[in-house]
């Protein structure tokens, strides 16, 4: 089975902080992703990467940073920490290129606070 | 721009009995439909998935109905469980390759 694994559950952090947050997946996919999910909005694509040092834009990059050193990891990063981005950030990985229809698979998420 | 869009946010059902979970998508262009659960504190589970060359495809205890003539998709769950309790999303593969997710619907099972 494809393993997502976010380092965090739950996240406290403090307006204006750099906030990192973590994913990793065990099945060797090239495409990885993160999303948000709020009540009442879904989930959003803020950001997603085919191949690593690759990225690209999703529908709300603001504010967001990613970084992709290594296949496996895909790392989401909020420069300044503001309250408006206390939300639910999921992971999510799928095989192939991105034009091949694949499932993604997701992690059990991270459910970040900005005080 | 288009997105998927579901008819109800919540279904509550009796254990046993069929669920029927409905999904409307407006994009022609989208070519692959997914079904996922999502159980309360965890991410959303992969159920199945269809593509548009097909109408029907079943899994265990799951059916994915595609309409393509009305742009409809529906995801029948056999013999309801309490383990079934959860939140439904469907999703389009559009013609941006990317994912679009419908809001989601909450199936409640009644013991």
């Known amino acids: 089975d494809v393993k997502v694994t976010q380092s965090s559950r739950y996240l406290v952090k403090r307006t204006g902080e750099k906030v990192f947050l973590e994913c990793v997946q065990d099945?060797?996919?090239?495409?990885m992703f993160w999303y948000r999910q709020d009540p009442g909005l879904g989930l959003r694509l803020i950001y997603f990467?085919?191949?690593?040092?690759?990225?690209e834009k999703g529908d709300i990059p603001e504010g967001y940073s990613v970084s992709r050193e290594k296949k496996e990891r895909f790392s989401l990063i909020l420069e300044s920490a503001s309250t408006n981005q206390t939300s639910m950030y999921l992971c999510?990985?799928?095989?192939?290129?991105?034009?091949?229809?694949?499932?993604?698979?997701f992690g059990d998420g991270t459910r970040l606070s900005i005080l | 721009g288009e997105s998927v869009g579901l008819h109800l946010p919540t279904l509550s059902v009796q254990e046993g009995d069929n669920s029927i979970i409905n999904c409307a998508y407006s994009?022609?262009?989208?070519?692959?439909f997914i079904w996922y659960k999502q159980e309360s504190g965890k991410g959303p589970q992969f159920i199945i998935d269809?593509?548009?060359?097909?109408d029907k495809r079943q899994g265990q205890r799951v059916t994915v109905l595609l309409n393509k003539t009305v742009k409809h998709l529906s995801l029948q769950i056999a013999a309801t469980q309490p383990g079934d309790s959860a939140v439904y999303f469907c999703?389009?593969?559009?013609?941006?390759?990317?994912?679009?997710f419908g809001g989601g619907t909450r199936l409640m099972v009644k013991p």
């Open positions: 999703a389009e593969n559009n013609a941006g390759n990317m994912l679009t």
């Open positions: 269809i593509r548009s060359n097909m």
């Open positions: 990467s085919y191949d690593v040092k690759m990225k």
């Open positions: 999510a990985s799928s095989p192939g290129q991105v034009r091949v229809n694949q499932p993604q698979h």
């Open positions: 994009n022609s262009a989208s070519d692959y």
């Open positions: 099945m060797d996919h090239e495409n």
